[in-house]
């Protein structure tokens, strides 16, 4: 989910904060990056850059004094006038505005305006019938569409299948055929360990037949039995 950069900027003395993406949608485990570039007067001497989620009445919390950011958080100078924070190991508690601030020899600048606001996800697997019958689809989803359009990937048995029928974010199998059964997960190509919670797909009708077949000839040795052992 991406929408257009986004500013701010006081009047005309040329202070300005601009967002290079107003929304990201990232996994849950993974790492983001969100980047700004920020202006000011020539006669400014910058002294202080931080980033930061929460604010009350002007005071701001700097997401390296976070506890919950602990260990995860870093700032990176792009430019003169330009900097990105790293988020790692990304939680959905981590979901929020995001905002960068810089502090002059005469101002500071940049906690009233839009940042970036950022949504975790995680992937979940819904199974849904085909049109056909004995056609499933598996579907690979997530709470918010993935920032930079990622390449799904699919996992059966816990191994990457290599050749899957799919497109985009769906996997077609076919519920009549023995090689389709088994668990299935999803994920992403570039975030491999990170992937969705197993779901299993049933076996195939023949195999079902064949059980239930056995359970019911089971079934009768049982009540022959005891209509023998009865008669006796």
Do not use: M
């Amino acid at each position: 989910l991406t929408t257009p950069p986004t500013s701010g900027v006081h009047g005309q003395s040329c202070l300005n904060v601009t967002y290079t993406k107003r929304s990201i949608c990232a996994l849950k485990g993974s790492t983001v990056d969100i980047t700004c570039t920020y202006r000011h007067p020539s006669w400014h001497n910058v002294t202080e850059v931080s980033w930061f989620n929460k604010w009350e009445t002007g005071v701001t919390t700097d997401l390296i004094q976070d506890p919950e950011y602990a260990g995860r958080v870093k700032y990176h100078p792009t430019t003169d006038k330009g900097s990105t924070l790293r988020i790692t190991d990304l939680r959905e508690s981590d979901s929020a505005e995001y905002k960068f601030r810089f502090t002059t020899t005469e101002v500071k600048w940049g906690y009233s305006f839009p940042g970036t606001t950022l949504i975790v996800t995680d992937l979940q697997v819904k199974e849904t019938p085909g049109t056909e019958e004995g056609k499933v689809t598996l579907t690979c989803i997530t709470t918010c569409t993935l920032t930079d359009n990622p390449t799904y990937i699919w996992y059966k048995n816990g191994q990457l299948l290599t050749n899957p029928n799919t497109q985009d974010n769906f996997l077609y199998l076919d519920q009549i055929s023995s090689g389709d059964a088994g668990s299935y997960s999803c994920g992403v190509e570039g975030y491999e360990n990170l992937r969705s919670p197993v779901t299993f797909f049933g076996e195939p009708k023949s195999l079902k037949n064949a059980v239930v077949g056995i359970i019911v000839v089971i079934l009768i040795l049982i009540l022959c039995l005891f209509g023998f052992v009865w008669f006796r």
